[in-house]
């Protein structure tokens, strides 16, 4: 009896937190005060203006009522839907409720920031936000979790189990997912989720919750783009900061725990490999892969860059000589060149060095470097490498293209022999006419360059063929073969040739 009245009161404090918040309590208070005022005088009139700010308090509605004066801080943000969901769980306690917490967070925010700017990534922000909602029901709730994340609490529901939460979720991701229109430009956006069930849940308050669906959505970035996970106990201990990570990181370097995994590229003109990226990967012993957004910040905190790259660079030259061995036509492989080792004045004669031990010419190996480095670097000793190698004849392919604010002259002094457009641009280009139109401009640019090009992130076929039709030299991504190990590479390269040299079956017309 005594569960059944709190359960009550809560519900009638959460209605009541509702009508308080509605901002048209605030547009007609002043008819409010001024009829009390005549109908009971001075007394009624000192009554409200006790009792108003009582009510507020009781209804925790302290932070709502300012906050068109100020923007909520993060963390008033994330109290703000912890309250909310605790409020939530309390409900699931009458009739077996059920209730659910989703954190859905925009994939490759800081590009649509550095990109396109402030403005329009809050922008984006506003659109998404809007689309949610209409997504949600009016009792569940939504708020702005800052760096493109969003928290949804789900008002508690009789049914309510793992499907329906991925369908609700798979309805908030492509709410998300439409094109953005900002004026004269698109922006595409794609969207993971993490979700937490209340049943998965202990202890059960509303911080574990929403931080139960902040770590299912951590591993649905480390698998995305638009990846969806559920949150289950286990998950708990496989998002380790990067602190925890590096003294182990550390020793996996001499351990030979590192590896490459090999993306290969295609030309779009003959459908032939032209060559394969070498993706460095983790596999820990206990942990199973860990992703290279969590092994790099290790790295890096930990000083090891520098010994990675010299790793894959070993790695990546003795799997070339196995596939020419092999009889395989593979004209090159990338290799990703961090900054600190691009600052080793002895940079250039160790390349020259491991060309030489495996018996390869330089123009077999392509040095992948981020525009940010290209755009930004005034060091005089990663100038002076980069031509160094390029002038040895190994390729400079310059990463990421269109997010790093390259110069023409920087290009051009760096001796960049091939662009690599960023993801960002490809996203959708055989669907919308600004992408089309940003990736011709790129294609015009490095034909009157004299630059070769290559798209990355390509994932559907769709994507494909327009930027074959628009130009574009090389594809790599998904929709062509995810990263593999390099004992699988060579049942791919068969298999994709034996599929180039096969004609296409044209039926017989009978009758």
């Known amino acids: 009896m005594l569960q059944r009245l709190t359960n009550v009161m809560s519900g009638l404090r959460g209605r009541l937190r509702a009508v308080l918040a509605d901002p048209t309590l605030l547009a007609v208070l002043p008819a409010l005060v001024l009829a009390a005022f005549w109908l009971g005088g001075e007394d009624l009139v000192l009554a409200i203006a006790l009792a108003f700010p009582l009510v507020l308090s009781l209804t925790g509605l302290r932070g709502v009522l300012p906050a068109a004066r100020r923007a909520p801080r993060r963390q008033d943000r994330r109290q703000d839907i912890e309250l909310i969901l605790d409020e939530a769980l309390q409900d699931t306690g009458y009739g077996g409720r059920k209730t659910a917490c989703f954190v859905l967070g925009l994939d490759d925010f800081d590009t649509i920031l550095d990109r396109h700017g402030q403005t329009a990534a809050e922008d984006v922000i506003e659109q998404s936000a809007q689309r949610l909602r209409t997504m949600m029901r009016e009792r569940d709730n939504l708020r702005n979790l800052d760096n493109g994340q969003f928290g949804v609490a789900l008002a508690a529901v009789r049914r309510f189990d793992l499907a329906d939460a991925a369908n609700l979720a798979r309805r908030l991701q492509t709410a998300v997912e439409e094109p953005v229109a900002l004026g004269a430009t698109t922006i595409h956006v794609s969207a993971s989720i993490g979700f937490c069930l209340s049943g998965s849940l202990a202890p059960r308050n509303g911080a574990a919750f929403l931080s139960a669906a902040t770590i299912a959505l951590n591993e649905a970035m480390r698998h995305g783009p638009s990846a969806l996970r559920a949150y289950s106990p286990d998950m708990q201990g496989q998002v380790p900061c990067p602190g925890a990570l590096s003294g182990e990181a550390s020793q996996a370097l001499e351990e030979g725990q590192f590896h490459p995994w090999f993306q290969p590229q295609l030309s779009t003109d003959t459908g032939r490999v032209t060559g394969f990226e070498a993706l460095a990967r983790w596999h820990h012993p206990r942990r199973g892969m860990v992703p290279p957004s969590e092994f790099l910040p290790a790295l890096e905190q930990c000083g090891g860059m520098e010994r990675l790259s010299e790793i894959m660079l070993c790695h990546a030259l003795r799997a070339l000589r196995a596939w020419d061995r092999k009889g395989f036509d593979i004209p090159h492989v990338g290799v990703n060149f961090a900054p600190e080792e691009l600052r080793n004045p ?106 070769d090009t290559l798209a990355e992130g390509v994932e559907t076929a769709g994507e494909h063929a327009m930027l074959a039709q628009l130009g574009c030299g090389h594809v790599q991504g998904f929709g062509i073969a995810r990263p593999m190990p390099v004992d699988q590479t060579s049942d791919w390269v068969e298999a994709h040739c034996a599929r180039l040299h096969t004609p296409p079956v044209i039926g017989r017309q009978t009758g």
């Open 346 to 451: 002895a940079l250039v004669d160790r390349v020259g060095f491991e060309l030489d031990r495996f018996e390869l010419t330089p123009g077999r190996l392509s040095i992948e470097v981020l525009e940010t480095v290209i755009a930004t670097s005034s060091d005089d000793v990663v100038v002076r490498n980069i031509s160094g190698l390029a002038d040895m004849g190994c390729l400079i392919d310059l990463d990421d293209f269109g997010t790093g604010h390259a110069s023409i002259s920087s290009i051009r002094r760096m001796a960049v022999q091939r662009l690599k457009i960023d993801r960002s641009f490809v996203i959708k280009v055989d669907r919308d006419p600004e992408q089309q139109r940003m990736v011709s401009a790129i294609l015009l640019m490095a034909e009157r360059l004299g630059l």
